[in-house]
């Protein structure tokens, strides 16, 4: 129930009894901000200058009509009061040229979640979140590992990680679901005594909601924020591979795997349209039709795949290549963003430069679906690609229509936008992609989202434990379908995967959504799924992830609704004082996962959440509390509720491998 209560320039505003806002003269709700800003980006990280030159705090209020007024000095700020399911939804009206900072009262030993993907924490409290889509990975932070005795590498903090996917969404342990509708630059601060919201532009509105569990908050934030994530069937059918390197080493891979028999459902070729090398390893050409000399006969491969149950998943972004040759193409026809001086904008990737497709401009947009999209792509018999990058906009570029600050953390969503649109269009529900990059209303496009680019090792802050708080954090902000790739992307002299790396990160995916792998930046110095002695654990875990189809079926029908395939231990209990390891997830309601993330480990401890489970592997029960199981190579530990009505079927998971393995 609402109750807005505004007595004597006192405003209140509760939920359920429970106070969501409070302001006064002492503790203002809003403040205007002037904020003056320099930007410096180096391939897609921007580091801001801020020089705050002016601060009103807004601190009086009174009614007029149906609009509170806020003013200070001669500043004039209103809001319009919604009542909302369970909530309310407060419509804001400021002055251009401001920024605006935003107090809500903190609650004593409150955890906050979410802000999008947030990779080394999921508990928020105490941290700064900034609201500004950039790369995740930085090359000093590569160098350090490639260079440095792994003793003297020092894990990154919170603050120093930036987010292919941030977005002002916060859900807390005390029932708060915080949303701000906004596209600006801004950052979340969440204090000991107050949370902070500020950002570069008046957001049109912030939604405040009250519920009893996570579940509700992030059913009803997928009611405010359509949902459309979805797998095709075929998804659900095995493991995806990440083979390049042409026609015959593709299908010679595939088929081999195949008869071995490993569960195989997909095949992704990111190199489809050419190889570009360079110091930092194998690198796509950014050209997006087939590359005949690398892909010759790539139709009638694709064929002999599909007749054998084999889908072809393909690659592409929004840049092209300079130099190539439809780089000159778009160049030609004005499609790509431009500077000031009319000169194309050159965005610099690792070594080499490419021109950015204006999402903008109709006729380049036009251009992206019908030629790049269903020509080249669709026609051709690809089911799947990664859509890669989105979140590379420069501030200072010069677009067909609007202003690149306004429009720089929604660019992924365009770019996602672009890419549904290409198959709605086509009418083929079962082709899908997958993006790193996103901002809110992604998941109104995007059928799933992928963790962006770990590092191919255990650390926590870029390498595989990072991929579950980031899903944690995406799943409370209303994204609830999210796989990674299978071995890491980054690579760089000593920073490689060896196969015990490789089967420790397959074992977390089987129990997962998807199964997806990455030959990472250099493939020939990293473990790959082929590998002699990794071969048979693919072949064992493929078996598995496509006899628990069923149950991942069942995980994706309920994450439509918002709810996220995978889950913090601390989900059922409601509360993040019940979190015993950041580093384990709920698939789903029944599945319990303790990924191995500790190099030369062959046993686990674990801290089952309450309840009785069974040992997925040896069929030996549990109680909640804290136990150390064993977890040798091919052997995640993973549970199961004793009293699960899909019990039947994890048995005879865990029992097919060996049937499926002889054959």
């Not at 070594?351 to 669709?378: C, H, R, W």
């Not at 995007?446 to 191919?456: E, M, S």
């Not at 015990?500 to 997806?516: G, N």
Request: hydrophobic residues 40%; contains cysteine.
């Amino acid at each position: 129930m609402l109750r807005s209560e505004l007595r004597e320039n006192l405003w209140t505003v509760s939920l359920d009894g429970k106070l969501a806002l409070l302001h006064n003269a002492e503790q203002p709700f809003v403040t205007a901000v002037r904020r003056e800003k320099q930007y410096k980006s180096n391939r897609g990280t921007v580091k801001e200058t801020v020089t705050e030159t002016a601060r009103v705090p807004l601190t009086n209020v009174q009614n007029e009509g149906k609009k509170l007024v806020f003013t200070g000095e001669d500043h004039r700020f209103t809001v319009e009061i919604e009542e909302i399911e369970k909530g309310v939804r407060l419509h804001f009206s400021g002055q251009n040229g401001w920024a605006y900072s935003f107090r809500l009262p903190a609650i004593a030993g409150e955890a906050v979640f979410g802000g999008g993907e947030q990779y080394r924490k999921t508990n928020l409290r105490g941290e700064q979140v900034v609201n500004f889509v950039s790369e995740h990975i930085k090359v000093g932070t590569i160098m350090e590992k490639a260079l440095l005795p792994r003793l003297f590498y020092k894990e990154k903090k919170h603050a120093a990680i930036g987010s292919y996917a941030p977005m002002p969404v916060f859900v807390t342990d005390t029932g708060r679901l915080i949303r701000f509708e906004t596209a600006a630059d801004g950052y979340a601060r969440f204090g000991a005594e107050e949370y902070r919201f500020v950002y570069d532009s008046c957001p049109r509105s912030l939604t405040l909601v009250q519920g009893s569990s996570y579940r509700e908050l992030v059913e009803l934030l997928a009611g405010q924020i359509p949902n459309r994530q979805y797998l095709p069937d075929w998804c659900l059918d095995g493991m995806i591979l990440g083979v390049q390197g042409g026609t015959q080493t593709v299908l010679e891979k595939t088929f081999a795997m195949l008869d071995a028999g490993a569960k195989i459902c997909g095949v992704w070729s990111q190199d489809w349209s050419g190889c570009n090398r360079t110091v930092m390893g194998y690198q796509v050409w950014w050209n997006w039709e087939t590359d005949q000399r690398l892909y010759p006969g790539l139709r009638e491969a694709i064929a002999k795949l599909n007749a054998r149950g084999v889908k072809f998943l393909a690659y592409i972004n929004p840049y092209l290549v300079k130099g190539s040759r439809l780089y000159e193409h778009a160049r030609e026809r004005g499609y790509l963003i431009t500077r000031r001086d009319g000169s194309v904008y050159h965005i610099k990737s690792t070594t080499f430069d490419a021109g950015m497709l204006d999402l903008t401009n109709p006729e380049a947009v036009s251009y992206i679906k019908e030629t790049l999209i269903k020509q080249n792509m669709l026609e051709l018999g690809v089911s799947g690609w990664m859509a890669d990058f989105g979140e590379y906009l420069p501030l200072d570029c010069v677009l067909h229509d609007g202003d690149p600050h306004e429009l720089h953390n929604l660019w992924p969503v365009l770019w996602a936008r672009v890419n549904r649109e290409a198959i709605d269009e086509y009418g083929d529900s079962e082709r899908m992609f997958f993006m790193r990059s996103g901002y809110i209303g992604i998941q109104s496009y995007a059928p799933v989202l992928w963790n962006g680019d770990q590092h191919t090792d255990l650390t926590k802050d870029y390498g595989m434990p990072c991929v579950m708080p980031a899903s944690f954090s995406l799943g409370f902000s209303g994204i609830p379908m999210v796989h990674c790739d299978i071995g890491g992307f980054f690579s760089f002299m000593k920073l490689r995967r060896d196969e015990e790396l490789f089967i420790r990160w397959m074992e977390m995916c089987c129990f997962s959504l998807m199964m997806r792998s990455h030959e990472s930046i250099r493939p020939w110095a990293n473990a790959q799924f082929d590998a002699d002695d990794v071969r048979d654990h693919t072949i064992r875990l493929t078996s598995i992830h496509r006899a628990l189809k069923p149950y991942i079926t069942h995980c994706v029908k309920q994450a439509q609704q918002g709810i996220p395939a995978l889950r913090p231990d601390f989900w059922d209990a409601g509360s993040y004082r019940a979190s015993r390891d950041t580093y384990s997830y709920y698939l789903g309601d029944e599945l319990f996962v303790c990924p191995v993330i500790r190099k030369g480990a062959r046993k686990r401890r674990v801290w089952l959440p309450k309840g009785e489970w069974i040992h997925f592997w040896s069929g030996k029960r549990y109680r909640g509390g804290r136990h150390t199981v064993p977890a040798p190579l091919g052997q995640i530990p993973v549970f199961f509720r004793k009293n699960s009505p899909y019990a039947m079927l994890f048995y005879e998971a865990a029992a097919c491998v060996g049937r499926d393995a002889a054959r």
